[in-house]
Structure formats: structure tokens, C-alpha cells
């Protein structure tokens, strides 16, 4: 069973910037799709970028222009740049990835890291 690690989190001041890893056991080759996603206090989890194995990325309208996903297979990492950031941003943020078996679908989160924009 594939693991997924995030690191790169931590408090970064409004208009600042913050680049995550997400780091995989195996390899991210074996994903369909891997995605972000986050989840402030009190709140749903939402999906802030997603990327297909074809390369295809997704965004929702409150990071677009700010956010790139970004996958290095051959370092297993999916990365997530944060340009811009604002205090709504702050968030404990996931790294996802989805693997189709059929018509089943397996999804491996990681634990999370906290982000915080705060001055």
C-alpha cells in the first residue's frame, strides 16, 4: 500500500508564499489522479488542485492564479506552489491520490500539514 507524506507547511505572512511536498512510498506513476485538498476549522474539506496522469490540472476559482500543482515522477512528489496567500487560506492541507481499478476506486490520503497565513 502506497503512503503519502505532506511537508511544507508551516506561517507565512499575507502575499507570502509557501511551496508543499507530498511525498509517496511508491510510485505516483500508479495514480490516476492526485489532488490537494484542505480543511480549515469547521469547514467541509474542498479540493484546491488536482492533476491527472495526463498532466491535466484543475482548479477552483479561489486559487486559480495562485496555486500550481505540479507531480516529479521521478522523484514520487507531488508539489503544490502558494503564491499570494491570504488568511482564508489557512487550512490543514491533504495530499490525495486516486487509483481506478476497474470500476473501483481507491484513495490514499497523507496526514496533512498545517498552513497558516496570519501576520
Known amino acids: 500500500q502506497v503512503q503519502l507524506v505532506e511537508s511544507g507547511g508551516g506561517l507565512v505572512q499575507p502575499g507570502g508564499s509557501l511551496r508543499l511536498s507530498c511525498a509517496a512510498s511508491?510510485?505516483?506513476?500508479?495514480?490516476?489522479?492526485m489532488g490537494w485538498y484542505r480543511q480549515a476549522p469547521g469547514k467541509q474539506r474542498e479540493l484546491v488542485a488536482a492533476?491527472?496522469?495526463?498532466?491535466?490540472?484543475n482548479y477552483p476559482s479561489s486559487v486559480l492564479g495562485r496555486f500550481t500543482i505540479s507531480r516529479d515522477n521521478a522523484k514520487n512528489t507531488l508539489y503544490l506552489q502558494m503564491n499570494s496567500l491570504k488568511p482564508e487560506d489557512t487550512a490543514v492541507y491533504y495530499c490525495?491520490?486516486?487509483?481506478?481499478?476497474?470500476?473501483?476506486?481507491?484513495?490514499?490520503w497523507g496526514q496533512g500539514t498545517q498552513v497558516t497565513v496570519s501576520s
Open positions: 490525495k491520490g486516486s487509483k481506478q481499478v476497474g470500476i473501483a476506486r481507491y484513495d490514499y
Open positions: 511508491g510510485s505516483i506513476l500508479s495514480f490516476n489522479a
Open positions: 492533476v491527472t496522469s495526463d498532466g491535466s490540472t
